[in-house]
């Protein structure tokens, strides 16, 4: 994949559903600017800016944060916005910040990557993205699935290089295209890897198509997936969004479809054999799991607690009754002392739990009909469609956003500049038919593959809208329905639709 010249490198927003990010009524947005790698002790300047549904910025103020606590923070600011028509509205917006003590390793710490939507933003110096990957990484105790288009992060690679001395042999295991493994500028990476005991299989030579996913499963638990590929470019100057979700029967789709790569079933060999409906308890707030009320799935993504020792959770308080406190899971047979002091933070023995339920679906091509799955949510939005997608050559999903316009869906898109000269690509085809789509503004790649419906759905992951991608290659979406989540990437959207042309 080539980059274009004058790359700057980006800074992650990170708009986490376990805080609240963002109020979303509409499509109006906050977003916050500024450091997000800081050291502890430090005060630092940020800037929050509101945009209207059209990107216009409509307020901005700046402020300073004192950072007073290590690890992975949330920087938070609220705007009251005037409408048009007088009202007034209050919205949030968000930004993740890795706070370091001086002279220390900034990132790479176990602690449990909160769920919600990252982004990149290439119009800023500072991201912190790969830190979000490879602490996810980190925080595996028992196995982690990679299915990765390509590795070029040597902080991946030590993270997963680490992760297969910590968990023994057979525990890593990394399913990747070919032609990016056999690239002889990559090999020494590689190599690394498999002398750590990663486990690698790629999906051959004699393949036309592409090992195109970027997902990540952690301890049969949660996953991470979405458009960024595992480079620093990708984690810095290039347009991106990654997702983390914490569910284990959604982890468990995502391990078989691993597992069918990893038995060496690419492309038009795999079946459609994974569930693909799931409710998935997303946190809010400061919300933590009640283990006396919650399932072996929510259970699952506490961190150290896998699929095994959540139904361990649930088979001891069966037997004994509810826990008086969050100490007494060291009587659970499979957990620690050393377990136990990395789930208290994040558990409780009262309360609801702070969550909410997530409709999710998951699919997979080329086994799953993936673009008909996309083409029910375009066809099915009433209000409102926003899209950024790198590339875009169906004319299918073409027709489907001219014909939401026609019945009175207002859309609005972004593609990637450099993939608009292709003579395939449908972006001229929207523009003369009306539809308001610009080329990102970015001296990067514009390599987003979402699209936000109604204010409260969203389609992500790693599908590019060609035919290849749908019929040919190993690619995932994920399809949620949850207005919290939805305006996290219609913040991010107004942010590419404004610097776009």
């Avoid at 109006?28 to 990107?55: I, K, M, N």
């Avoid at 399809?479 to 959207?493: H, K, V």
Wanted: aromatic letters at 8%; hydrophobic letters at 40%.
């Amino acid at each position: 994949m080539s980059n274009r010249l004058g790359i700057r490198v980006a800074v992650l927003l990170l708009f986490m559903s376990a805080a609240p990010a963002i109020s979303y009524q509409g499509d109006y947005a906050v977003v916050v600017d500024g450091p997000t790698a800081v050291d502890l002790g430090s005060t630092e300047e940020y800037t929050g800016t509101a945009y209207d549904p059209q990107g216009a910025v409509i307020g901005e103020v700046t402020f300073s944060r004192t950072f007073n606590t290590p690890g992975l923070v949330e920087v938070r600011r609220q705007m009251t916005i005037t409408k048009p028509n007088g009202s007034k509205q209050t919205l949030y917006g968000a930004l993740a910040v890795m706070v370091s003590s001086p002279g220390g390793a900034g990132g790479g710490s176990a602690e449990p990557v909160p769920e919600g939507a990252y982004f990149t933003n290439p119009s800023t110096q500072t991201s912190n993205i790969r830190d979000v990957t490879v602490d996810f990484i980190n925080s595996a105790s028992s196995e982690i699935l990679v299915a990765a288009y390509t590795i070029e992060s040597q902080e991946v690679a030590d993270a997963l290089m680490a992760a297969a001395k910590r968990l023994g042999s057979g525990k890593v295991k990394l399913v990747v295209e070919e032609r990016n493994c056999a690239d002889p500028d990559k090999k020494a990476l590689y190599d690394a890897l498999k002398s750590a005991g990663v486990q690698i299989v790629s999906d051959g030579s004699a393949s036309g198509s592409l090992m195109h996913n970027k997902f990540v499963v952690v301890d049969g638990g949660k996953i991470l997936t979405g458009s960024t590929n595992f480079t620093s470019t990708q984690f810095t100057s290039d347009a991106n969004n990654s997702i983390v979700l914490a569910d284990a029967g959604l982890a468990g789709a995502y391990a078989a479809e691993f597992n069918e790569m990893f038995s060496g079933k690419f492309d038009g060999d795999k079946s459609d054999n994974t569930s693909h409906t799931f409710t998935v308890k997303v946190r809010d707030g400061s919300g933590k799991i009640n283990i006396n009320t919650a399932s072996a799935g929510e259970l699952a993504s506490l961190p150290g607690i896998g699929v095994t020792a959540a139904q361990n959770i649930v088979n001891y308080r069966e037997a004994n009754g509810p826990f008086s406190s969050v100490q007494q899971l060291d009587k659970v047979p499979g957990i620690g002392s050393a377990t136990v002091a990395k789930v208290a933070p994040l558990a409780t023995t009262t309360g609801s739990g702070g969550s909410r339920d997530v409709p999710v679906e998951s699919y997979f091509t080329p086994s799953d009909g993936v673009k008909e799955h996309l083409l029910d949510v375009i066809n099915g939005a009433q209000k409102s469609i926003a899209f950024s997608v790198f590339t875009f050559t169906d004319p299918d999903i073409a027709a489907a956003l001219e014909a939401a316009k026609a019945r009175g869906v207002k859309i609005q898109g972004v593609f990637d500049a450099w993939q608009t000269k292709s003579s395939y690509s449908q972006y001229d085809d929207l523009l003369n038919a009306g539809v308001a789509v610009k080329k990102d503004g970015y001296s990067s790649l514009n390599h987003s593959k979402y699209l936000v419906a109604d204010g409260s759905t969203v389609v992500t992951g790693s599908f590019n809208w060609t035919d290849a991608a749908n019929g040919e290659n190993d690619e995932n979406i994920l399809i949620l329905r949850d207005a919290t989540i939805a305006s996290q990437y219609t913040g991010n959207f107004n942010l590419a639709y404004a610097a776009g042309q």
